[in-house]
């Protein structure tokens, strides 16, 4: 007999629960059952609640009995639907039992019996019938099914100190022994089964989900924690949805929007590709439609959203013919399933699949097998087909773990065992399971309360069963080893069915496409299939944030794998994935290829081809060609009067220089280096040295020779010779070459690049500093600017010489032309850039060049080619003015003393008129001459009277020389 202490605590809580047991009544539970299409098995098979102990019970006599607790029926519009499917979890549980008790190794002739009873998934119900088995001394309990009546029941009955082992309860707060002493399961905790999600979510590279979950127990905690372990690994809950209470399809729909909503403000974060729904059947039945509404209201918005699902399933669904039907024709993604690792028991599945109302005693039954199979008569129903659930394995596993616990206890076999310890006396323990001899031993054994003893084994041992070589108990927990089966839907792989068998009024669709891809236990993922639930493709990719491409950057968010991409900025680059920043080009590159890389930039440079540079080489051709003709034709005509008159020595000079400056631009063009560098600095200097210091020295001799002359008539100074005057020019110009080879030695113009824009490359002459730049470019040149402005001032002086003396004139003219060229030159040159800087220097120096050719050798060289006969020497008497002759004879002494040393004659007896003559010849343009032959054109017998003669304008010279109508004085 049960203790009065325990009698007493039992009865306590059969009246307290009597009272949530009399309003489940009231709702209508005592309606009959519903048994599908069988209307007329209806009456016999529904089951009075009216008075709550009088449940339909499915028992069987025994030494010792066994209870067992299943969820048979659930509440439906005031009725009891009967759950089809685990009638055949009762009927395996006496089956297992019938065969223990035939096998003679074990319990030693000791029959074991068995009490049934529904459940009704629901705690209060479930606490009475619990009770109920406690009250005839039951030595153990399997079952409930659910999780959230096992947690009432896995403290009640420890209480009371009766072992309990469920077959399909996995939530993990039945792992805490310390509020359930009594509890073990032959099925997985639901820690095991996140472990198993989660090594699926990484072995697949997903790093972002999405949680739904069903608002009882099973729900909130497996998912709650699984997010904890999915975030020791870095993987991100993108949403966490718990279902309401009621949860219908239209709020099933609200959520999923929420879920596909875009990212407003960061384009690169997007939805999880990965929902996990850890749900029981019933809420995933309602998540699945809701998704199927929602894709079937708006297609074009969620066609492919759903097509690049996938869906991890709980254990709890992910076998549901009825949901997984569903789910495969309305195409809402790829599928994957977690099913508890159970193995087939082929002897129960042929049992069952023969097995007739008439011939078990199991009362549920008779509805099962009329529901599915009835054709009006019993004897007329088709071939009973059943296919083995997940949960048979595990019955069988529990009521084999307490028939072998109770063996070994019996058979002392842990006399000698010092591990082993109960909580009470190891001894006592013995004692109350020694060998039983008779009646009376037998009635002590079942009435004495030996729960702890049973427990304590159980947890210990590690049994062999029909179907698993080992079976073990968590010591402290009584967790099950963990062991999952990975399936998927795959067409390619249907398992086909005798479709020929099935009844006409067959209601629960049966899915024929799920595939075993892979297992999981406690050593890992083990798939053999990876591909195929994504119809053998890539497995799609689930990331809050794709990868910042090179040629962008990361810029974190709020969780670490989600980000925003953001382009590098002009002239930056990232070469690699997920750049936390972009690195700049260096000077003289630019960033091409989306900004992966970076290019140098082609220097710009004045090419040949470029129009400008057409420009200048055509001009500076023309520009040689013209100043090559002139020296030409100044070397044939070198003994002519015009020639002789016009100093040809310094003439040749300038000359070269003039065809130097022509030749200047090509050293412009073209793409400069370090010897280009230093040639532009030689032959631009060069240039002005041998361009404006004849210039110079024409004018300054021009100057001396005059302005002397109104002074004193003594003779002139030595300087003013051709001679001296061509060593005098020569050594100006060694002197800028000395300057610039100072300048080339210590001050070098090297190529140099430089970036004005980041998109811009010059390739210029430089120096080493910017001081070195200062001395190369202003030293030589200002050497020359000197001589520039000398020229010009004296020039500017001698302009007014009377008109035989014109090409004071042009001199100046020439000089003011450099000079303004010079001065739009410099802020043109610092203001451009590139080409058109190249273009500018270029320019100048054929400007230059040509207004020095034309103003003042194209009127000589009209004369000597066009008109040779103005180009000769006529003796003729002079028509002698009214002059102080002791003022002209002062001066032919002069001539003669000099023996006309300025042109190469001697003035003797009869010569002095022609020496003199040419004397003053040298102190008279040819331009003057020219423009005098045209006032003479109509009078060639006129004598043209000097107006400038060395002495004073306003005494003529006593004789002079006719050139065909051009007087040279």
């Not at 307490?402 to 010092?418: E, G, P, S, V």
């Not at 103003?855 to 006529?874: G, Q």
Request: aromatic fraction near 10%; charged fraction near 20%; proline fraction near 5%.
């Amino acid at each position: 007999m049960l203790s009065p202490i325990t009698t007493t605590v039992i009865s306590t809580l059969l009246l307290t629960t009597s009272e949530a047991i009399n309003a489940i009544g009231s709702v209508g539970l005592a309606a009959p059952l519903e048994c599908g299409v069988c209307k007329e098995h209806t009456e016999t098979s529904g089951l009075q609640l009216d008075h709550y102990l009088n449940i339909t019970v499915y028992r069987k006599e025994g030494d010792i009995i066994l209870g067992g607790l299943f969820p048979l029926q659930y509440l439906n519009e005031k009725r009891g639907i009967l759950r089809y499917k685990n009638v055949a979890l009762t009927e395996i549980m006496a089956w297992t039992i019938d065969q223990i008790n035939e096998d003679k190794s074990i319990l030693d002739g000791i029959k074991l019996g068995y009490e049934i009873r529904d459940s009704f998934a629901n705690a209060p119900f479930a606490s009475v019938q619990a009770l109920e088995l406690a009250a005839k001394n039951v030595f153990g309990v399997v079952g409930p099914g659910s999780s959230k009546v096992a947690v009432h029941l896995a403290s009640l009955l420890g209480s009371l100190s009766f072992p309990m082992i469920t077959y399909a309860a996995t939530s993990d707060t039945l792992s805490d022994s310390t509020r359930f002493r009594m509890f073990a399961r032959t099925v997985p905790s639901d820690e095991f089964q996140c472990r198993a999600m989660r090594d699926i979510i990484k072995g697949y590279g997903w790093q972002f989900v999405t949680i739904i979950h069903s608002p009882e127990l099973y729900g909130t905690e497996g998912a709650g924690e699984l997010r904890k372990i999915l975030k020791e690994d870095n993987i991100y809950v993108d949403k966490f949805h718990s279902l309401p209470e009621v949860a219908t399809p239209a709020k099933v729909e609200e959520m999923f929007m929420m879920t596909f909503q875009k990212n407003t403000s960061n384009a690169n974060r997007y939805h999880a590709n990965v929902i996990v729904l850890f749900a029981t059947i019933s809420y995933a039945k309602v998540v699945v439609e809701g998704a199927k509404s929602l894709k079937e209201k708006y297609p074009n918005e969620y066609a492919n959203t759903f097509a690049n699902l996938t869906w991890i399933a709980a254990e709890s669904w992910s076998d549901d013919a009825e949901i997984l039907t569903t789910f495969n024709k309305s195409q809402l993604g790829s599928f994957i399933g977690l099913k508890i690792r159970s193995f087939e028991i082929p002897e129960f599945v042929n049992y069952y699949r023969n097995l007739k109302p008439g011939a078990t005693e199991n009362p549920w039954f008779g509805s099962y097998y009329k529901s599915h199979y009835c054709g009006g008569k019993v004897d007329g129903c088709a071939k009973n087909i059943y296919d083995q659930g997940p949960y048979e394995e595990p019955v069988v596993l529990a009521v084999e773990s307490f028939a072998r616990t109770l063996d070994r206890m019996l058979k002392k076999q842990y006399a000698n065992d010092t591990s082993f310890s109960a909580p009470g006396d190891l001894d006592d323990c013995v004692k109350k399971a020694s060998p039983i001899k008779n009646t009376s031993d037998l009635y002590y054994l079942r009435n004495s309360g030996i729960g702890s003893c049973v427990y304590s084994s159980l947890i210990k041992d590690v049994y062999q069963t029909r179907t698993r070589d080992k079976v073990r108990f968590n010591n402290v927990t009584g967790d099950f080893d963990a062991m999952y089966t990975l399936q998927t839907i795959s067409p390619d792989h249907a398992v086909k069915h005798d479709h020929q068998h099935r009844g006409e009024f067959f209601r629960e669709p049966i899915i024929d496409t799920l595939f075993e891809m892979g297992v999981w236990n406690t050593t890992g993922l083990h798939l053999t299939a990876p591909n195929e639930p994504f119809a053998h493709k890539a497995p799609p990719v689930s990331v809050c944030s794709f990868p910042c491409l090179p040629g962008s950057k990361k810029i974190d968010g709020d969780i670490p794998i989600c980000w925003s991409c953001v382009l590098c900025e002009d002239n930056y680059i990232s070469n690699e994935t997920n750049a936390v920043e972009c690195k700049p080009c260096q000077q003289g590159h630019r960033a091409i290829d989306n900004n992966t890389s970076c290019v140098s930039i082609p220097p710009t440079y004045l090419k040949p081809k470029h129009p400008a540079a057409i420009i200048l080489i055509i001009l500076s051709v023309l520009g040689i060609t013209s100043t090559i003709l002139t020296i030409a034709v100044f070397i044939k005509f070198r003994a002519t009067p015009l020639v002789k008159a016009s100093s040809k020595e310094l003439c040749l000079v300038l000359l070269v220089g003039i065809a130097i400056g022509f030749i200047c631009p090509f050293f412009s063009i073209g793409l400069p280096s370090n010897e280009i560098c230093m040639m532009q600095l030689v032959i631009g200097n060069m240039f002005g040295v041998l361009t404006i210091v004849p210039i110079f020295l024409k004018t300054a001799r021009v100057y001396a020779l005059f302005f002397q002359s109104q002074r004193s008539a003594g003779r002139p100074p030595r300087y003013l010779l051709p001679m001296w005057q061509s060593m005098l020019c020569l050594i100006l110009v060694f002197i800028e070459m000395i300057i610039i080879m100072f300048t080339i030695i210590w001050y070098p113009l090297r190529k140099k690049e430089k970036y004005p824009t980041k998109d811009l490359v010059l390739v210029v002459c430089e120096g080493k500093t910017t001081y070195d730049t200062i001395v190369a470019l202003s030293v030589p040149a200002g050497y020359v600017l000197f001589f520039a402005i000398s020229s010009t001032i004296l020039s500017y002086q001698v302009r007014k010489l009377p008109s035989n003396f014109q090409e004071a004139k042009y001199i100046c003219l020439a000089q003011f032309i450099t000079l303004i060229g010079l001065i739009a030159f410099i802020p043109s040159y610092f203001v451009t850039g590139g080409i058109w800087q190249k273009f500018c220097v270029g320019i100048a120096c054929e400007i230059c060049s040509a207004s020095f050719l034309i103003l003042i050798f194209s009127k000589k060289v009209e004369i000597i080619v066009f008109y040779p006969e103005r180009n000769k020497i006529v003796f003729e008497k002079d028509k002698l003015s009214k002059l102080d002759m002791s003022r002209k004879e002062r001066r032919r002494s002069f001539l003669k003393s000099q023996n006309c040393h300025m042109c190469g004659h001697s003035l003797t007896g009869n010569t002095t008129k022609v020496g003199l003559m040419q004397a003053a010849s040298i102190f008279t343009t040819s331009i003057g001459a020219t423009e005098k032959v045209n006032e003479d054109k109509k009078d060639e017998s006129r004598y043209t009277e000097t107006s400038a003669s060395i002495l004073s304008h306003s005494q003529p010279l006593s004789t002079v020389v006719k050139t065909q109508g051009t007087t040279t004085t």
